[in-house]
């Protein structure tokens, strides 16, 4: 499984006087398994990009490759695509629409053609694994709580059991605790079945934990592509962008400007901890 | 939090509305309007532009009913010239007037068609059962000289005044209503509102389309039933999104305690300039000159 962008630019309102550059020359190779975070400022161009992933949107110039296959080869299957390539829009729960929780998860898999035998169970997968629990599978969508709307609006997108999973800010709106159920929800769910996971976000401090990979947008280009702890290291270019490494990292850049010689490529407190106490030790436990 | 930031959202809307033209963009308006050219207003600064929006509206009925007086050459020739001339003040590419008349091409040529087979007199032309006449080919020409002129001249009207600053115009022109209990301003506030809500419900259906498409829906294939089904779940969140921001704008507004039209004064109020003064003598006298003209050559 991979999935490529081939110098994939777009503009909104192409050939009138507000046309404007969403996306400029953007390359991009996503492979199997991979947790990657997209992270940019608002008007970055990533969620104009992360339409492109399942051919929602058509590139002006370039090529969006899955498997190999130009997806916007006149024959090619682009309902098969977006089952492959599971796309949960901002505020997915606005587009919660039956008259139950069960019925709605079921859209996704019903629309591809599967039996119902099939599509319950495929519903009933996807809610256990969002972790709702099985009392509210018969009640209206509209009766739950914000968190909880979201998790069904996820689960409707996991029942068609993509290969890929697109999430654009699902913790957005979401109070701290909502936010840190649904990321860890979504790392337990990659872990388990080896999907990859692309993540949208402003927020480093959300992605960090959790992805192996980031890609930093800007102006619709990519400006970093690389691990954490590399895109980490250019902090001052991140903030000139209107983003901002995790805190833990301008802690372990003060600390190092005060004398204690300690590793700044973190990405968690944990790390920070063992890193803090390790440049102790070659202290002598003097500071 | 998701409805704090709704409801900031519903603020900036309603601000919009309140604060009229040139209020720039508030919150994201401006991608919104990236998205659909509403009202096909051209942003471009001109005298058209400049110009008091009661002035416009006036001119633009005064135009319509001229339309509707002349009935010879000479007097679509001084309408044509008077429309020229806006256009040309307007700085709006002509381009984008031409545009607009595409969606009365059809329009254009039934109208035409009719007038010119089926108006009785004297035959010119005959094919198969279908004769033209030489009233028939007056009457059809003019019938598509005034529907273009019609179009153009209005569309000259919407494409230099922002939506806002139409329903400011139309509030104070319909001002002395009030005397008779009509509620002018709410008319008006409404009128802002359902506008300005157009490109928000617009930009809402565009995404849930989106959403429902990645989730497998289909809109295009299928007979009418199928398609009227598929529609089900575009149009529930739709409505269910509507009320909602309906709900948050309602909010908002009486979390600033609007009360409607009572002592409200307003950030840029309508004042006429002397360029006002002199468009109304300008209009004045195509009025009479297109008068004129049907009189002197009856």
Redesign the interface.
């Given at each position: 499984m991979s999935l490529i962008l081939d110098h994939v630019s777009y503009l909104?309102?192409a050939g009138?006087?507000?046309e404007?550059t969403a996306l400029r020359d953007v390359c991009l190779k996503i492979s199997k398994g991979e947790f990657i975070g997209l992270i940019g400022h608002t008007?970055s161009g990533k969620s104009t990009l992360v339409?492109h992933l399942?051919g929602?949107l058509k590139p002006v110039s370039g090529n969006v490759y899955f498997n190999g296959a130009d997806i916007h080869d006149s024959d090619y299957n682009k309902?098969e695509l977006?089952?492959k390539v599971?796309?949960?829009?901002q505020?997915?729960e606005?587009?919660?629409?039956e008259a139950d929780v069960f019925s709605d998860v079921c859209?996704?898999p019903?629309?591809?053609g599967l039996d119902k035998k099939e599509t319950e169970l495929r519903a009933y997968a996807a809610l256990k694994q969002v972790g709702l629990e099985d009392e509210y599978f018969y009640q209206s969508p509209?009766d739950l709580s914000?968190g909880q709307k979201r998790r069904v609006a996820i689960a409707?997108?996991l029942a068609?059991q993509p290969e890929v999973l697109v999430l654009d800010e699902p913790t957005?709106?979401?109070?701290p605790k909502g936010r840190d159920e649904i990321l860890d929800r979504i790392a337990k769910l990659r872990d388990e079945t080896g999907m990859t996971v692309i993540l949208v976000s402003h927020s480093m401090e959300d992605v960090a934990r959790y992805v192996d990979r980031i890609i930093v947008m800007n102006k619709g280009q990519i400006m970093f592509d690389d691990k954490p702890r590399e895109v980490f290291r250019h902090y001052r270019e991140l903030e000139a962008v209107g983003l901002a490494a995790p805190q833990i990292t301008y802690i372990m850049q003060a600390l190092k400007k005060k004398g204690l010689d300690v590793d700044t490529d973190i990405t968690s407190v944990e790390e920070a901890k063992e890193a803090i106490l390790k440049a102790l030790k070659r202290n002598g436990g003097a500071v | 939090m998701e409805e704090q930031s709704e409801e900031a959202d519903s603020l900036a809307i309603w601000a919009g509305c309140r604060v009229g033209a040139g209020s720039g963009p508030v919150g994201n308006e401006e991608n919104m309007l990236r998205e659909i050219t509403l009202g096909q207003y051209y942003q471009t600064d001109s005298v058209i532009h400049r110009m008091d929006p009661r002035v416009k509206l006036v001119t633009t009925v005064c135009y319509i009913i001229s339309l509707f007086i002349v009935d010879n050459i000479a007097g679509y020739v001084i309408a044509g010239v008077f429309l020229a001339l806006v256009i040309r003040l307007s700085r709006v590419p002509v381009k984008y007037m031409i545009r607009g008349m595409k969606s009365i091409v059809f329009l254009l040529i039934i109208a035409a068609g009719f007038n010119l087979f089926l108006t009785p007199g004297e035959t010119i032309a005959t094919f198969w059962k279908l004769k033209i006449t030489r009233e028939g080919i007056r009457l059809a020409l003019f019938m598509a000289i005034r529907l273009v002129f019609l179009l153009m001249g209005s569309s000259v009207m919407t494409l230099t005044t922002t939506p806002n600053n139409l329903t400011d115009g139309m509030e104070k022109l319909l001002g002395p209503l009030k005397h008779l209990k009509v509620p002018v301003h709410e008319i008006a506030m409404m009128m802002s509102i359902a506008l300005r809500f157009i490109p928000i419900l617009l930009e809402e259906t565009d995404k849930i389309m989106k959403a429902q498409i990645a989730r497998g829906a289909d809109f295009e294939s299928g007979n009418l039933i199928k398609k009227a089904k598929s529609l089900v779940p575009l149009l529930v969140p739709l409505f269910i999104s509507a009320f909602r921001r309906a709900n948050d704008l309602a909010m908002a507004m009486e979390a600033r305690c609007y009360r409607g039209g009572e002592h409200r004064t307003k950030m840029k109020p309508l004042i006429y300039k002397k360029r006002d003064g002199i468009a109304y003598g300008v209009v004045l006298i195509y009025l009479v000159l297109c008068v004129a003209v049907g009189k002197i050559l009856l």
């Amino acid at each position: 499984m991979s999935l490529i962008l081939d110098h994939v630019s777009y503009l909104y309102e192409a050939g009138t006087a507000m046309e404007y550059t969403a996306l400029r020359d953007v390359c991009l190779k996503i492979s199997k398994g991979e947790f990657i975070g997209l992270i940019g400022h608002t008007g970055s161009g990533k969620s104009t990009l992360v339409q492109h992933l399942n051919g929602l949107l058509k590139p002006v110039s370039g090529n969006v490759y899955f498997n190999g296959a130009d997806i916007h080869d006149s024959d090619y299957n682009k309902k098969e695509l977006r089952s492959k390539v599971g796309l949960v829009f901002q505020y997915p729960e606005h587009q919660l629409f039956e008259a139950d929780v069960f019925s709605d998860v079921c859209f996704g898999p019903k629309n591809l053609g599967l039996d119902k035998k099939e599509t319950e169970l495929r519903a009933y997968a996807a809610l256990k694994q969002v972790g709702l629990e099985d009392e509210y599978f018969y009640q209206s969508p509209f009766d739950l709580s914000g968190g909880q709307k979201r998790r069904v609006a996820i689960a409707g997108v996991l029942a068609m059991q993509p290969e890929v999973l697109v999430l654009d800010e699902p913790t957005a709106g979401l109070d701290p605790k909502g936010r840190d159920e649904i990321l860890d929800r979504i790392a337990k769910l990659r872990d388990e079945t080896g999907m990859t996971v692309i993540l949208v976000s402003h927020s480093m401090e959300d992605v960090a934990r959790y992805v192996d990979r980031i890609i930093v947008m800007n102006k619709g280009q990519i400006m970093f592509d690389d691990k954490p702890r590399e895109v980490f290291r250019h902090y001052r270019e991140l903030e000139a962008v209107g983003l901002a490494a995790p805190q833990i990292t301008y802690i372990m850049q003060a600390l190092k400007k005060k004398g204690l010689d300690v590793d700044t490529d973190i990405t968690s407190v944990e790390e920070a901890k063992e890193a803090i106490l390790k440049a102790l030790k070659r202290n002598g436990g003097a500071v | 939090m998701e409805e704090q930031s709704e409801e900031a959202d519903s603020l900036a809307i309603w601000a919009g509305c309140r604060v009229g033209a040139g209020s720039g963009p508030v919150g994201n308006e401006e991608n919104m309007l990236r998205e659909i050219t509403l009202g096909q207003y051209y942003q471009t600064d001109s005298v058209i532009h400049r110009m008091d929006p009661r002035v416009k509206l006036v001119t633009t009925v005064c135009y319509i009913i001229s339309l509707f007086i002349v009935d010879n050459i000479a007097g679509y020739v001084i309408a044509g010239v008077f429309l020229a001339l806006v256009i040309r003040l307007s700085r709006v590419p002509v381009k984008y007037m031409i545009r607009g008349m595409k969606s009365i091409v059809f329009l254009l040529i039934i109208a035409a068609g009719f007038n010119l087979f089926l108006t009785p007199g004297e035959t010119i032309a005959t094919f198969w059962k279908l004769k033209i006449t030489r009233e028939g080919i007056r009457l059809a020409l003019f019938m598509a000289i005034r529907l273009v002129f019609l179009l153009m001249g209005s569309s000259v009207m919407t494409l230099t005044t922002t939506p806002n600053n139409l329903t400011d115009g139309m509030e104070k022109l319909l001002g002395p209503l009030k005397h008779l209990k009509v509620p002018v301003h709410e008319i008006a506030m409404m009128m802002s509102i359902a506008l300005r809500f157009i490109p928000i419900l617009l930009e809402e259906t565009d995404k849930i389309m989106k959403a429902q498409i990645a989730r497998g829906a289909d809109f295009e294939s299928g007979n009418l039933i199928k398609k009227a089904k598929s529609l089900v779940p575009l149009l529930v969140p739709l409505f269910i999104s509507a009320f909602r921001r309906a709900n948050d704008l309602a909010m908002a507004m009486e979390a600033r305690c609007y009360r409607g039209g009572e002592h409200r004064t307003k950030m840029k109020p309508l004042i006429y300039k002397k360029r006002d003064g002199i468009a109304y003598g300008v209009v004045l006298i195509y009025l009479v000159l297109c008068v004129a003209v049907g009189k002197i050559l009856l």
